[in-house]
């Protein structure tokens, strides 16, 4: 059983830059095969897909966030983490961290088994 728990300031002013982590027991961020993706959902909105850091540390990241967001890992301590820069209002979202465990063949789908139950972060002044 996977769990992933995100953590980080609930408030961010415009400008600045958001920063979470994902914190993950029951499962390793390096097993073969596995992708751990940060989503948002703002009040109100659909989710949407930000990006991913694979088990090999590979990156991918949503077209229209690509400019501003960066993942990356501390294989150490288990976790990834979330970096958005040049935050504005419009960033106010509850952020998920997920994964997808095992690959299923579908290598340009993303089909997440685990999530964190989210944060909500707020960009304001």
């Known amino acids: 059983q996977v769990q992933l728990q995100e953590s980080g300031p609930g408030l961010v002013k415009p400008s600045q830059t958001l920063s979470l982590s994902c914190t993950v027991s029951g499962g390793s961020i390096t097993t073969n095969y596995s992708t751990w993706s940060w989503i948002r959902q703002p009040p109100g909105k659909g989710l949407e897909w930000m990006g991913f850091i694979g088990y090999d540390g590979s990156t991918y990241y949503s077209p229209s966030l690509s400019s501003r967001t960066s993942i990356s890992r501390d294989t150490s301590k288990n976790l990834f983490s979330l970096q958005l820069t040049s935050v504005t209002p419009e960033d106010t979202a509850v952020y998920y961290c997920?994964?997808?465990?095992?690959?299923?063949?579908?290598?340009?789908?993303?089909?997440?088994?685990?999530w964190g139950k989210g944060t909500l972060v707020t960009a304001s002044s």
């Open positions: 997920a994964t997808q465990t095992e690959y299923d063949g579908e290598y340009l789908t993303l089909r997440m088994n685990y």
